[in-house]
């Protein structure tokens, strides 16, 4: 009797492949990382400066507050503004958590706006239906728009509105550092905007981080006080009521050694999915990114309505993929008792029924992309 032949499972292709960066880098990062043992000055060490100034020349801003995460990054700016009980936020429904959580954590009411299926972000006539008719009790106070999978959301358009109605924006830019709107980057947008370092953004360090960008010099000097419990003129001179926030230095020297490719790493992500636009274009409708913008693809997300279906056949073919969002905030238990806007968000949930996110970052090479294109094709049918 002859054994029947036994077919190997497929080799698993990474999501987001961190080992592939360092490799390229990984001499350098220790070499920073021994840098910081050697001089031991771990909390606010010479890096974190350092950092901060590279950031506000990539990002054409005049002050950059490094913090512990892209929540802080959105939770510091809040505090600075003053925003608490009876302020109104708004914030789109399809994005983490993270964006209306800190709106509620410091007591505000976020107000839940519908988003664009074609670019993920804010729907600007739904923010203005929401702006239009606010609640009894509550005063709006800005708009924390999302660039959501690394595309800047419609910045122009959102400024309008704000600027009618006297609001600020604070962009949540945890997913979108590095890519452009007009001649502006990500950072530059909106009156503050925050990132987020965690490993799998775009720009990512080895554990939490974040940081804040502005051209305000007061909401500066406050956000950086607040990063420090408060602190006045010395750290025990406690001026106002704030946190512990700060960026630790070994993540400031991982980050400043990321940051030197990480123009190229942009490029490549650029290659990526634009190969990835042009592929499957016509088999599942792909993301759009507008005429003026760039994207980072901090995610390369599809929409189908066999999602489940290819998902699994993905899956089977070793090529994970992920579902970014499931379901919409206003749907969720600790956020479904906040507002919506009027004619509520309809476009954000059928995106959470619809969305798959196929492995994407700066080193999928032309032949693993062809393989995930080749199985998306044929799960589709
Ligand atoms: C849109 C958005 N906002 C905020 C955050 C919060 O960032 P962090 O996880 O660094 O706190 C994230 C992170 O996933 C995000 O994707």
New binding site residues.
């Given amino acids: 009797m002859t054994a029947s032949p036994v077919k190997s499972a497929p080799t698993s292709v990474e999501f987001i492949d961190l080992g592939a960066q360092q490799r390229r880098i990984g001499d350098k990062v220790e070499a920073a990382v021994k840098r910081v043992l050697a001089h031991g000055k771990y909390i606010m060490g010479p890096e974190v400066k350092t950092l901060e100034d590279q950031l506000s020349r990539f990002a054409g801003v005049k002050h950059t507050v490094s913090c512990a995460?892209?929540?802080d990054a959105?939770s510091l700016p809040l505090m600075a503004l003053g925003i608490g009980p009876g302020d109104a936020v708004f914030v789109p429904t399809f994005?983490?958590a993270?964006?209306a959580e800190v709106v509620a954590l410091v007591g505000a009411t976020p107000i839940f706006v519908d988003v664009e299926a074609g670019s993920f972000n804010m729907d600007v006539k739904s923010l203005q239906r929401a702006v239009d008719a606010m609640p009894a009790g509550l005063t709006p106070k800005g708009i924390i728009p999302?660039d959501?999978f690394g595309q800047p959301a419609d910045y122009d358009a959102i400024d309008k509105v704000a600027q009618a109605k006297n609001l600020w924006v604070l962009a949540?830019a945890?997913?979108s550092f590095g890519a452009t709107l007009g001649n502006r980057r990500t950072g530059s947008m909106g009156r503050i905007a925050g990132t987020?370092f965690?490993p799998a953004k775009p720009l990512g360090c080895y554990g939490?981080g974040?940081a804040i960008f502005t051209d305000d010099a007061d909401l500066n000097d406050i956000m950086k006080s607040l990063r420090v419990h408060g602190q006045g003129s010395d750290k025990y001179d406690n001026v106002r009521i704030g946190m512990n926030g700060r960026l630790d230095t070994i993540q400031a020297a991982v980050l400043i050694e990321k940051l030197a490719i990480f123009e190229d790493e942009i490029a490549a992500r650029q290659r990526v999915g634009k190969r990835y636009n042009d592929l499957l274009r016509g088999t599942v409708i792909v993301p759009e990114v507008a005429a003026n913008a760039t994207s980072v693809w901090a995610q390369y997300t599809i929409r189908l309505p066999n999602r489940d279906k290819v998902a699994a056949a993905l899956k089977a073919e070793g090529i994970p993929t992920a579902i970014y969002y499931p379901r919409p905030l206003h749907q969720q238990t600790a956020y479904r008792n906040f507002p919506s806007a009027p004619g509520g968000c309809p476009v954000s949930e059928k995106l959470a029924g619809e969305v798959l996110s196929l492995p994407m970052h700066p080193y999928l090479d032309t032949a693993t992309q062809d393989r995930i294109v080749t199985a998306v094709k044929a799960a589709v049918g």
């Fill in positions: 995460s892209g929540t959105l994005t983490f993270a964006t999302v959501l949540d945890a997913q987020s965690f939490d974040g």
